[in-house]
């Protein structure tokens, strides 16, 4: 079975501080897809960044990074430098190719930015 | 990516009551859509997923009797939530599917309140 684990509830940042959101998944299919997404209190998802399971390299997207460990089955988005914009809710989240291509989703973790 | 709108964006409907939701890609032809829920401070639960012309394909524990889904067109999909209890209440979330695996782009989202 496919599973995402955020053990994050919540998370506290300061403001110009990296933060990392851990992630971890299971399946056994090898092709797979690694998604992360945050949520503002207006409810509405927005993609961040994405991990093909063949990619080499870990993907960037501006002050997002994506710390693909594949032994580690972990996949934790980074935020480089916070800023009060980035307090959201965050999710992981993974599509399997045997699955059809629907998401499957993490508990999600709260990340909180003061300055 | 796809624009996702979603109407109404909120509504409050009492308990017994139908209620329809709409989700349009405004400038993407969807093949497929999908239907999540989530409810407050938890992760978006997949519903199901809508291809156009075709019956929709229902999660496991989902009603496919009290959630109707319709995707008669490729840029329209609706979730009717037939004969409404207070415990339907919740985010419901559409998404469309991209051209590209990994592209899946969201609607703001309608919140449900049975009164």
């Known amino acids: 079975a496919q599973k995402i684990t955020q053990t994050q509830p919540g998370m506290f940042v300061q403001e110009k501080e990296a933060v990392t959101l851990d992630c971890t998944y299971d399946t056994s299919d090898p092709s797979y897809g690694l998604f992360w997404y945050k949520q503002p209190s207006s409810g509405e998802m927005i993609f961040l960044i994405y991990q093909g399971s063949y990619d080499q390299q870990n993907a960037t997207e501006g002050r997002y990074s994506l710390n693909f460990q594949k032994a580690r089955k972990s996949a934790n988005l980074v935020i480089s430098a916070s800023q009060l914009g980035d307090s959201a809710m965050y999710f992981c989240a993974m599509r399997v190719e045997q699955a059809g291509t629907a998401l499957i989703f993490g508990k999600g973790t709260t990340l909180s930015v003061s300055s | 990516g796809a624009v996702v709108s979603q109407h109404p964006s909120w509504v409050i409907c009492k308990s017994g009551t139908s209620v329809k939701i709409e989700c349009r890609s405004l400038?993407?032809?969807?093949?497929?859509m999908f239907w999540y829920r989530q409810f407050p401070k938890q992760s978006l639960m997949l519903m199901a997923t809508s291809n156009e012309g075709s019956k929709a394909t229902y999660e496991q524990g989902v009603e496919k009797d009290k959630f109707l889904i319709n995707h008669a067109s490729l840029t329209l999909s609706t979730l009717t939530v037939t004969s409404a209890h207070p415990e339907d209440s919740s985010f419901y979330i559409c998404a469309v599917q991209g051209q590209v695996d990994y592209e899946q782009y969201f609607g703001p989202g309608t919140r449900l309140t049975v009164t």
């Open positions: 400038d993407f032809q969807a093949t497929t």
